[in-house]
């Protein structure tokens, strides 16, 4: 009577080993070439692909809107170059670890530098909790490293893969690099404050839909954001940063972290959790709009129904 459904379970155990396998040999095999080779192989399959797919048409769309004075050929640049990151930083994923490679007694650059380090020691030093805000700009991963790095006591929230399979390497990868993980799910929102409780800092992105989001202004277009980044500002009263990376010639990056924003506040003093998350949607505005081409414009962010 249960055995179609153990049947099935079966299989479908059976698959997820065998791309869990795959995956974890694409991986071994991008750690062969070297970042460098494997990031310019993860860019060259982006741009090849990416404009063949569904979501080159959101982007293109994206891109028009926000700049509708640009002409059509520079749109398309912008988005194949879109793609070019978004390839590169998946072929830089296996080796994470050797990306940041800042030491700030270093005589010689390495492919890392970070613009305002005194920040992430005066976070890590002061005693308070923290928030840190970011968005999907170059390789967004690495500012996890850099807290973990510098002994930042710091619980990045980063959201699951739709594929189970590329979720346990990355969460792999992850693991050995960076500090604390806490999936964006149900009941995250308990882990994540009590992080806060504990004096520790949370990292997120902020520059995705969230359906049961606050409406902010984001590329002059209304655009609806988690609201939980500002709820816990208001709760904890604590400093928050934002911080982005920037992807440079050369195969180097550098990050750059915000002195703490001056969050608007209610008539009683209280942090307005509205007003907090426009603050830093404008922030990661000014961003976007510096190196647009270094963002995930495929991403479907403008999203508010009528009656919001």
Not at 76 to 94: C, S
Not at 134 to 142: C, F, Q, R, V
Not at 278 to 293: D, I
Request: glycine share 10%; charged share 25%.
């Amino acid at each position: 009577m249960h055995k179609p459904h153990r049947s099935r379970n079966l299989v479908s155990r059976f698959l997820g080993t065998v791309m869990v396998g795959f995956v974890r040999g694409v991986f071994a095999f991008s750690r062969a070439l070297g970042p460098e080779r494997s990031g310019a192989v993860g860019a060259a399959l982006a741009r090849w692909i990416g404009p063949l797919l569904k979501p080159h048409r959101t982007a293109l769309a994206n891109i028009r809107a926000a700049y509708p004075e640009k002409p059509e050929a520079e749109v398309k640049a912008i988005a194949r170059a879109a793609w070019d990151n978004l390839g590169r930083t998946g072929g830089e994923y296996p080796h994470l670890g050797r990306l940041f490679d800042f030491d700030p007694e270093g005589t010689i650059p390495g492919r890392t530098e970070v613009d305002g380090i005194d920040h992430f020691l005066s976070l890590r030093d002061d005693g308070k909790p923290g928030i840190i805000f970011s968005s999907h700009l170059a390789n967004w991963e690495l500012p996890a490293i850099c807290a973990a790095r510098f002994g930042l006591d710091a619980t990045a929230v980063f959201r699951a893969p739709n594929d189970p399979a590329i979720g346990r390497v990355l969460h792999e990868i992850r693991s050995e690099t960076m500090g604390s993980l806490e999936a964006a799910r149900q009941g995250a929102a308990f882990a994540m404050q009590g992080a806060l409780e504990k004096g520790g800092h949370l990292g997120m992105l902020i520059d995705q839909h969230f359906t049961r989001g606050v409406i902010v202004n984001f590329m002059g277009r209304p655009a609806l954001v988690n609201p939980i980044l500002g709820k816990f500002a208001r709760r904890f009263d604590c400093p928050v940063h934002g911080v982005r990376v920037i992807r440079l010639p050369n195969h180097r990056f550098r990050l750059q972290l915000t002195p703490p924003l001056d969050l608007p506040r209610d008539p009683d003093g209280q942090i307005n959790v509205q007003g907090a998350m426009q603050a830093m949607t404008s922030v990661v505005e000014e961003w976007v709009r510096e190196y647009p081409e270094q963002w995930l414009w495929m991403h479907r962010r403008w999203r508010v129904p009528a009656k919001a």
